[in-house]
């Protein structure tokens, strides 16, 4: 279930968003990576920049 939360990397809110803050609109980030190593992180870069261009669905189940 961590896997849904985001930390807003301005303010440091945790959040169920996975765009932006709620509080200050700020990018959010997971903020526990399985493992940090430089594909991985490309990896997630890439998904955030999918998801930002629409290309993956999301399926917010909370409003
Ligand atoms: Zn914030």
Same mark, same amino acid.
Do not use: H, N, Q, Y
């Given at each position: 279930m961590q896997w849904l939360m985001r930390k807003c990397? *301005? +303010?440091g809110r945790y959040t169920l968003q996975?765009?932006?803050c709620p *509080? +200050?609109?700020g990018p959010v980030a997971v903020p526990h990576p399985p493992r940090f190593s430089p594909e991985d992180k490309y990896v997630v870069y890439r998904y955030?920049?999918?998801m930002l261009a629409g290309?993956?669905?999301r399926?917010?189940?909370q409003a």
């Open positions: 990397t *301005v +303010c996975r765009d932006r *509080v +200050c609109g955030r920049m999918k290309l993956i669905p399926s917010e189940s």
